[in-house]
């Protein structure tokens, strides 16, 4: 078995909506940031990517790259899957927590959990996530900012699904 944890912050920005977990969701704010600004899924890459031993994200998807530019964070995901099941490892569990004092999560979190459990080829009960504010604390609280940590359990293919 092998665990892998990760975290990601993006700052909010003009916009009319963020992307959590593949869900669009509107909100008075947007994220700044080089592709989508994910950070459920940019998270959950960096926990995978470590559970593996292969870097962060920015090494396998900089952000100096044009071609990631705008890209829709679910492609990352999926490319972090055909790693993990090139190596010989299958998602055992994925646990997830957003930190923002807005947008709500709890009304998403279901399609967010169906969206990651289709790129991970697994059931969703092998993914959860949730929520948490910042009790109005540092930049999160502040509603500067957005983020999200997550952490992986891979098993052996073998071990199956």
């Keep these: 078995m092998r665990i892998g944890q990760g975290i990601d912050i993006h700052a909010f920005g003009p916009g009319d909506h963020v992307v959590l977990g593949g869900v669009r969701i509107a909100h008075?704010?947007?994220?700044?940031a080089h592709s989508d600004g994910d950070v459920v899924i940019h998270a959950l890459c960096d926990a995978l990517l470590g559970a593996l031993a292969q870097g962060d994200?920015?090494?396998?998807?900089p952000p100096t790259d044009e071609r990631w530019r705008g890209a829709d964070s679910r492609e990352f995901l999926r490319r972090c899957r055909t790693?993990?099941?090139e190596r010989g490892h299958v998602l055992g569990n994925a646990d997830v927590t957003i930190v923002c004092e807005r947008p709500k999560i709890a009304p998403h979190a279901e399609a967010m959990r169906a969206n990651l459990a289709a790129d991970l080829a697994c059931?969703?009960?092998?993914?959860s996530i949730k929520a948490t504010t910042s009790e109005r604390l540092?930049?999160?609280?502040r509603g500067e900012g957005i983020a999200a940590l997550a952490v992986v359990l891979l098993v052996p293919a073998t071990a199956g699904q």
């Excluded at 008075?28 to 700044?32: C, D, F, K, L, P």
């Excluded at 059931?123 to 993914?127: C, D, G, K």
């Excluded at 540092?138 to 609280?141: A, V």
């Design 83 to 85: 790693l993990m099941h």
């Design 28 to 32: 008075e704010r947007g994220i700044v």
């Design 123 to 127: 059931e969703p009960a092998r993914v």
């Design 57 to 61: 994200i920015g090494r396998h998807f």
């Design 138 to 141: 540092g930049f999160c609280g």
